[in-house]
C-alpha cells in the first residue's frame, strides 16, 4: 500500500545506484520483469479472445496498472535499445522485448498508455534525433491503419463525447474542481476523494463511486491542496532539468542511453497522468521514483578515499 514511506525510495535509489554498473543490473531485472508482463499479458489476450471484457492484466490489480507499468519498462528498453553504446545482443534483446512491449500496451486497449507511449516515443527521439522527429507523424498514421480494429476503435473513441468513459471523466474532474475550490490549500484529506465524491458528482457521471479522479494534478490538488500538485510539478521538472543538464554535458556518457530511455518513461508516465492517477498507482509510483534519480547517478565508480 502506497504511504508516506514509499517516497523514502529516491533517497535510497541515490544511495544504492552508485555507478552504471549499479544502474545497468537495475535496469537488466527490470527487462526480466518486463518480458514474464508482456509473455503473461499476451497470454492472457490469446486465451481470451481479446475485447474489453477481457483486459489484460497479468496478475496485477486492474488493466490501466498493466499498462502503465509495461509502458515505463518498455519506453526505458528502447532508450537502450536505439543507442549505439551498448552491447549488439544486449540491445537486440531490449528492442525485442520492448517491441513485445508495445504489441501488449496496443493490446490492452487503454487509452492512456497510449498517449504515454506516444509522448515517450516522442521525447525518446527529440532526446537523441531531433530532426528525426518529422517522421513520427507518417509513422504513427501507418501504425493505426494496420492496428486491429479494436485497437483503432479504442483510440478513436477517446475523442467521442459520447463515450461513457470520457463524459464520466468530464464529470471527475469537475467534481475534483469543486473539492479544489471548497479546500485549496489543505483539499479533502488523504483517501477522502473517494468518500466524498457523492457530494460533488455532476450530471453526466457513470460511476456513483470513485477511487480516485482519473488526473494526477486533478487528484493531488483534491485530495491534499494546491500546494501537493505544486510539488508533483515540481518533481517532474527536477527530473527532466537534471537530464537535460546530463543530455548536454560535452563527452561519453555510459549513462546516456538509460538516461535518455529514462526521459521516456518519465515523458509517458506524465502524459498519460493527464487521464490516469498513475502517481498514485504504488505499482507504477516505485518505478517512477527510482527512475528520477538515474540523472543523477555517477558515471564511474568513486575512488577509495575520494
Known sequence: MKGQLTFLLVPAAAALLADEDDVRLLVNLWRLTALYLVLRGLGEFLSSGGGLDARLRAGLSVHMTYAGLVMVFTLLLLGRALSGGELRASRLFDGAVAAAGV?????????????????????????????????????????????????????????????????DRLAM????????????????????????????????????????????????????????????????????????????????????????????????LFAAGFFEYNFGDVEVLVPTLVLSVIPFVRSGRPRAGG
Do not use: C
Not at 112 to 138: E, S
Not at 196 to 219: A, F, K, S, W
Open 103 to 167: 504489441l501488449a500496451i496496443g493490446l490492452s486497449l487503454t487509452r492512456n498508455a497510449y498517449l504515454g507511449l506516444t509522448a515517450g516515443v516522442t521525447a525518446l527521439v527529440l532526446a537523441k534525433k531531433p530532426r528525426a522527429a518529422l517522421v513520427l507523424a507518417p509513422l504513427a498514421f501507418v501504425l493505426f491503419l494496420v492496428a486491429p480494429p479494436s485497437v483503432r476503435n479504442r483510440a478513436l473513441s477517446t475523442f467521442d463525447p459520447a463515450d461513457e468513459t470520457v463524459r
Open 173 to 268: 474532474w469537475k467534481a475534483g474542481e469543486l473539492m479544489i475550490r471548497d479546500h485549496p490549500w489543505t483539499g479533502v484529506g488523504p483517501g477522502r476523494v473517494g468518500p466524498l465524491y457523492h457530494e460533488y458528482r455532476q450530471p453526466g457521471h457513470v460511476m456513483p463511486q470513485i477511487g480516485h479522479l482519473h488526473d494526477n494534478l486533478v487528484h493531488l490538488a483534491a485530495e491534499t491542496g494546491i500546494p501537493s500538485a505544486v510539488f508533483y510539478l515540481g518533481f517532474v521538472g527536477a527530473f527532466f532539468a537534471g537530464a537535460v543538464r546530463r543530455l548536454r554535458q560535452p563527452g561519453p556518457d555510459p549513462l546516456r542511453p538509460v538516461v535518455e530511455g529514462a526521459v521516456a518513461a518519465m515523458a509517458g
